[in-house]
């Protein structure tokens, strides 16, 4: 068994497995909502609150870890820490207090090992298709074919850096979401380029935005997303449509009483909705794939050796 730490900006996630003939076996999963990037992170700092909230995550889980005597740990930092001047400070005290060696991965490879994992959760179709990973700090696209990466992108535009740019009322005013889906308009065109000479019908959503449509879908809208394997399914663009009317007009009591929306998801879902929204209408998406697996799996299934 392995354990793999994914040190989200907003995330910090744990996920004790194995993989057996190709096949993932998980143990146990663990997630704390450490929002390492608040208050910070369009500054590239870490404030001190968001510095101990990621230390005390990372007390539970090297306590997990040692409650399941696991000897490989490999942890992985992203866009916070990877942009913040005292990310080396954070990953000092990591070492120092818990023993956790963390390695920083660039934009690039971060998209590369979503690829990795998102591709093991359902059999590909054989067509262009659009994987998207909406995190706290950035978003990674990854256009591919089959098995085959053909471009991949990490845009520096996640939701914490979002709604700590844009401030958005509550609820969120047509006005705001004009002026945000504009801000993407610019930040995308890199993307708008090569899905112009590539173009996709599908996009294959992961990490935690995707996975709180699923969730709404089922237990608030009471529908149950087609089910591609036990680690993917397929939402319909009118459910979507649906969810996203419901995000814009929503204001935050209101969506705490969402049964499919969890409480420290319940600020950055409005802005993480719309860069659903901008990408499904501005490239014609016919059908959005939500995959379980991200980068977490993918860090298993390409077995990287961290020292």
């Avoid at 306590?63 to 696991?70: L, N, S």
């Avoid at 394997?229 to 969810?243: E, G, R, T």
């Avoid at 969890?262 to 950055?268: A, T």
């Amino acid at each position: 068994m392995q354990a793999i730490i994914d040190l989200g900006t907003n995330t910090f996630h744990l996920l004790i497995a194995e993989i057996k003939n190709g096949i993932l076996y998980e143990n146990y999963q663990m997630q704390i909502p450490v929002k390492i990037g608040k208050g910070g992170i369009n500054n590239g700092y870490i404030t001190d609150e968001s510095f101990e909230r990621g230390m005390f995550a990372l007390k539970q889980f090297a306590q997990t870890i040692e409650a399941f005597q696991i000897r490989e740990v490999k942890a992985i930092a992203t866009s916070a820490i990877r942009n913040a001047v005292n990310g080396e400070a954070f990953m000092e005290a990591a070492k120092e207090r818990y023993g956790i060696t963390i390695e920083i991965i660039s934009g690039e490879k971060e998209a590369e090992l979503i690829f990795k994992g998102a591709s093991k959760s359902f059999k590909l179709p054989d067509e262009n298709i659009l994987v998207m990973d909406i995190g706290g700090g950035s978003v990674e696209f990854i256009l591919a074919k089959k098995q085959e990466l053909i471009w991949s992108y990490s845009f520096e535009i996640g939701a914490a850096r979002l709604l700590e740019k844009f401030c958005p009322s509550d609820p969120i005013t047509p006005e705001e979401t004009t002026q945000i889906k504009l801000y993407l308009k610019e930040q995308l065109q890199p993307l708008t380029d090569i899905l112009y000479e590539y173009p996709v019908r599908k996009l294959v959503g992961t990490a935690g935005s995707f996975e709180t449509l699923v969730d709404v879908v089922l237990k608030d809208f009471q529908t149950v997303p087609v089910s591609l394997s036990k680690n993917a399914h397929s939402i319909p663009i009118n459910l979507f449509d649906l969810f996203y009317a419901l995000m814009m007009e929503s204001k935050i009591e209101q969506r705490s009483k969402l049964r499919g929306l969890i409480d420290f998801r319940i600020d950055m879902i409005v802005v993480s909705t719309l860069l659903m929204h901008y990408c499904v209408e501005q490239y014609e998406i016919e059908e959005i794939i939500v995959s379980n697996y991200a980068l977490k799996e993918g860090i298993l299934f390409e077995g990287i050796q961290i020292r």
